[in-house]
């Protein structure tokens, strides 16, 4: 399963990232922005939101095509968040993905712009590529924008991400550390899976095992990153390691400690697999890509 696994993330990152340059609008926009906009976009990456639409189309035994457009989409916005998060007003990091961080090349008030242009680019490019496709409906085509601007929100994604922030050098508890995880990391991998789940026409029962799938493995690609964050090699992650430590934030090794954050990763993962199995969903690339998040080494 673990060379299936390879070759199907292979082949679905070549997938995507033959799309993404031709998502992004050129005429009209000043070249710097457009610049800036494709540098971190096109930067590489695990793909894994673009893939989880996917996959969960696949599960659901319909056309992965059908998805392609809100998967191109979510990357945008996952990308926006790498963009502002990057910031000196918010993790203040130099690399990504291997690379000088945007703000480096570009300048801070650019890559603002840039992170905005992405946001906003997201959710024309869904309303515009769903219109021209005769097998979506309009109403499934409001579905994914509101599941996505939820999730990618204030009530999503921004207040995760406000609340670490909140949290820097405060003594949290689990519970407040998991609200943090749940939504900066976790909402857009939950609207991954529920965006296919539209696009696949599931019933309600579906909608709700593969958003606890969906709650599981972004929990546990949290606490994943955390483990990383304290042991990882700082070459295969594209970015320092011990940079949590260095800013006092609270991370599930600082909570629970490293054996107790490992057996909280399996469990999550676990639970995750029984979310698909509850609604017949067997062997599946959701499944491997379950196991991916436990053996990933960035």
Same mark, same amino acid.
């Given at each position: 399963?673990?060379?299936?696994?390879?070759?199907?993330?292979?082949?679905?990152?070549?997938l995507?990232?033959?799309?993404? @340059?031709?998502?992004?609008?050129?005429?009209?926009?000043?070249?710097?922005?457009?610049?800036?906009?494709?540098? =971190?976009?096109?930067?590489?990456?695990?793909?894994?939101?673009?893939?989880?639409?996917?996959?969960?189309l696949?599960?659901?035994?319909?056309?992965?095509?059908?998805?392609?457009?809100?998967?191109?989409?979510?990357?945008?916005?996952?990308?926006? =968040?790498?963009?502002?998060d990057?910031? @000196?007003?918010?993790?203040?990091?130099?690399?990504?993905?291997?690379?000088?961080?945007?703000?480096?090349?570009?300048? $801070?008030?650019?890559?603002i712009?840039?992170?905005?242009?992405?946001?906003?680019?997201?959710?024309? +490019?869904?309303?515009?590529? +769903?219109?021209?496709?005769?097998?979506?409906?309009?109403?499934?085509?409001?579905?994914?924008i509101?599941?996505?601007?939820?999730?990618?929100?204030?009530?999503?994604?921004?207040?995760?991400?406000?609340?670490?922030?909140?949290?820097?050098?405060?003594?949290?508890?689990?519970d407040?550390?998991?609200?943090?995880?749940?939504?900066?990391?976790?909402?857009?991998?939950?609207?991954?899976?529920?965006?296919?789940?539209?696009?696949?026409?599931?019933?309600?029962?579906?909608?709700?095992?593969?958003?606890?799938?969906?709650?599981?493995?972004?929990?546990?690609?949290?606490?994943?990153?955390d483990?990383?964050?304290?042991?990882?090699?700082?070459?295969?992650?594209?970015?320092?390691?011990?940079?949590?430590?260095?800013?006092?934030?609270?991370?599930? @090794?600082?909570?629970?400690?490293?054996?107790?954050?490992?057996?909280?990763?399996?469990?999550?993962?676990?639970?995750?697999?029984?979310?698909?199995?509850?609604?017949?969903?067997?062997?599946?690339?959701l499944?491997?890509?379950?196991?991916?998040?436990? $053996?990933?080494?960035?």
């Open positions: 399963m673990q060379k299936a696994l390879s070759d199907y993330l292979q082949e679905k990152i070549q995507v990232e033959s799309n993404l @340059p031709t998502s992004l609008e050129q005429a009209g926009v000043p070249d710097k922005l457009f610049e800036s906009m494709s540098y =971190s976009l096109l930067a590489g990456g695990k793909r894994l939101r673009p893939i989880l639409v996917l996959a969960t696949e599960a659901l035994n319909q056309p992965i095509e059908r998805g392609l457009p809100y998967a191109l989409a979510l990357e945008m916005i996952h990308t926006y =968040s790498l963009v502002h990057d910031l @000196p007003a918010m993790d203040d990091d130099d690399l990504r993905r291997g690379k000088p961080t945007n703000h480096k090349v570009y300048g $801070e008030a650019t890559a712009l840039a992170g905005d242009a992405l946001l906003t680019r997201a959710f024309s +490019y869904i309303a515009e590529a +769903y219109m021209q496709h005769p097998e979506v409906e309009a109403a499934t085509t409001v579905k994914l509101a599941e996505l601007g939820r999730r990618a929100g204030a009530r999503g994604m921004v207040g995760g991400q406000m609340a670490d922030i909140e949290g820097e050098g405060q003594a949290l508890s689990l407040q550390l998991e609200y943090i995880h749940l939504h900066k990391t976790g909402d857009l991998l939950v609207a991954a899976l529920r965006g296919g789940g539209y696009l696949a026409e599931a019933d309600e029962r579906q909608l709700e095992a593969l958003t606890r799938y969906g709650v599981c493995i972004g929990l546990a690609f949290q606490i994943q990153d483990i990383l964050n304290v042991e990882g090699d700082a070459v295969l992650l594209g970015k320092a390691v011990g940079s949590d430590a260095n800013r006092n934030k609270a991370t599930y @090794p600082a909570l629970l400690g490293m054996n107790a954050s490992r057996d909280k990763l399996h469990s999550l993962v676990a639970e995750a697999k029984q979310a698909l199995e509850s609604i017949d969903i067997h062997e599946s690339m499944h491997a890509l379950a196991d991916y998040v436990i $053996e990933r080494l960035h």
